[in-house]
Structures are given as C-alpha cells and as structure tokens.
C-alpha cells in the first residue's frame, strides 16, 4: 500500500462527481470539546450527491460502549439503504480534513468494501478551491445490495490487547494526547481512569496531520520511530473510542507498514476500572 491508494485529490473528484459507479460519504464527526455537530453541517452544506455516515447510528446499538462495530447484517442493511453497493468506488470526507474519515474508511474495509479512498484535505480543501457544494435538502439516492462480512483478525479486543502488551509481540500505539495518556488530564468521558495500558506506546494522532492533511511519509516514519515504534513488527492502535486510532494506522498504510488491527473499544471499555493502569511517560513491560 502507499499514499495512492488511500487517498484521491479534489480535482480527481471533481472530474468525476458524476459518475454512477462513486458514491461520496461525508464522515464528518466530532469530539464533544470541539462543539460541532456533523449531520448537521452535512444538512446544510455537503458535496453535491454526498450521502452521511453517522458512527454514532451506524454502530452496534446493543453495546454500552460509544460507535462499537455493528454486524455484518446490520452494516449492509444501513449502507445499502444509504444507496452504497457491491463494486462502487467510495470516497470519504471530513469537515477536519483527516479526522473521522480515517474510520469511516477503515469500516467499509472491515465489512468487504475494496475500493475505499479518502478525499485529501476533506471538506476544507474542497471549500477553500471553491468547489461547489450542494445547500439544499439531501436527496436520498437509490437503495443498492451491499454484501458485507466482517475481517475479525482486523479488529481487537480487550485480551488481544493484554496478550500483546504482556508477550510483547505486537506493538500496542494509543493515538490519545500525550497527558492523558501519562494520566495528568481527565478523561473526557466519566468513569474512566485516567493514564494507559501498561506497556503501549503514545503517538499523540495530532502530530501525523497540518491543516488537515497527513503528513508526509517521511516525516510518519520519523514520529513513530521517535515514539519508539519498530515499523518491522505488527502493532495494534489504540485511542479514546477508536476513532483517532485508525489515523495511526492509516498513515502506517501510506508507509508500507498497515497496522494489524484496531482496538475498538480502546480506553472507552480498557479505562472502566476492571484492568490494569500505568500513568507516566511510555514504559514497555
């Protein structure tokens, strides 16, 4: 894998905005703090024909833990209802550049999809070349037959996590800021503990973008080797719900390097009190 097959340009879209076979997914979502609400910046303003994915809909439902994967089942039905199907090219946009499509992206891969970009810049970069947008009110496109089945060997639990972290085969990389990592901010949602799991590496997700584009494969492989990360071992990324997590291992992807998995439920399920805790800097067991 390298950087072209994660990401397109704006102009490559906007060459091709009407062609049958892509459909674009605005998969904007946003952290509490940053006090924005992404379908309804995607109801007022969205690239011409893009449909939403919501990860807080389009989730497992029965899980008390926030945008787990849903089933196979379930992700079909939603995305075919969304007018996504079998052998479309699906291009993916965030109203940060590079922030939640990652995810998104990352979903689609894990239930079968295999043309999955991401629009480089997202949404920004397509305002700022003053691209057009759609304003008015979203037309739902036409149902199609998405077959999904789900890649468990991408996707961690909680005693993945603890088996790599205790054999130190795998490489467990937590994308959260470097002090709640250490433990010396609060976690952002309550009841959850404060620090990591023992034996993780930090890699703040912050560091791997400017303007919300990611950086350049140079620079990725010096920040994960200064987080000292050995590119020639699999690893598992880690954040606060699994969103950030999954621009760690994007841009491992762009290197040549793809993580093995993600730990879905990340320091939203690890953080609840019943395993174990470090605070301080990294400190491989």
């Known amino acids: 894998m390298s950087r072209e097959d994660v990401f397109v340009s704006t102009e490559w879209l906007a060459e091709r905005l ?39 809909k389009i989730k497992d439902t029965r899980s008390s833990l926030p945008h787990m994967l849903p089933s196979a089942p379930e992700f079909a039905a939603a995305v075919g209802a969304l007018g996504i199907g079998d052998g479309m090219r699906i291009v993916v946009y965030d109203g940060l550049g590079f922030f939640s499509a990652p995810r998104v992206r990352w979903t689609f891969k894990v239930f079968g999809a295999r ?7 997202g949404f920004p970069k397509w305002l700022a070349e003053g691209r057009p ?14 077959t999904a089945r789900l890649d468990n060997g991408a996707v961690a639990d909680a005693e993945d996590v603890a088996r790599a972290t205790a054999s130190q085969a795998i490489q467990v990389v937590d994308a959260r800021a470097a002090d709640r990592f250490r433990g010396e901010a609060p976690e952002p949602r309550p009841g959850l503990a404060s620090g990591h799991i023992p034996g993780s590496l930090n890699l703040p997700s912050s560091q791997l973008t400017t303007d919300g584009r990611l950086k350049s494969p140079e620079e990725i492989v010096a920040l994960f080797r200064d987080a000292g990360f050995d590119l020639d071992k699999p690893s598992i990324m880690t954040c606060g719900s699994g969103v950030s997590a999954v621009i760690l291992s994007t841009a491992l992807e762009t290197v040549g390097k793809p993580a093995k998995a993600i730990y879905d439920g990340s320091w939203s ?16 067991v």
């Open 18 to 56: 009407n062609a049958p076979d892509i459909v674009v997914v605005d998969a904007s979502w946003y952290l509490p703090a940053q006090k924005r609400d992404g379908a309804a910046e995607y109801a007022a303003r969205r690239i011409p024909s893009a449909v939403h994915f919501d990860i807080d």
């Open 115 to 121: 043309d999955v970009v991401i629009l480089d810049g």
């Open 269 to 284: 399920e690890w953080g609840m009190g019943e395993r174990p805790v470090a605070t301080g800097p990294a400190k491989p």
């Open 133 to 146: 947008v759609e304003e008015d009110s979203p037309q739902p496109r036409q149902p199609r037959v998405f």
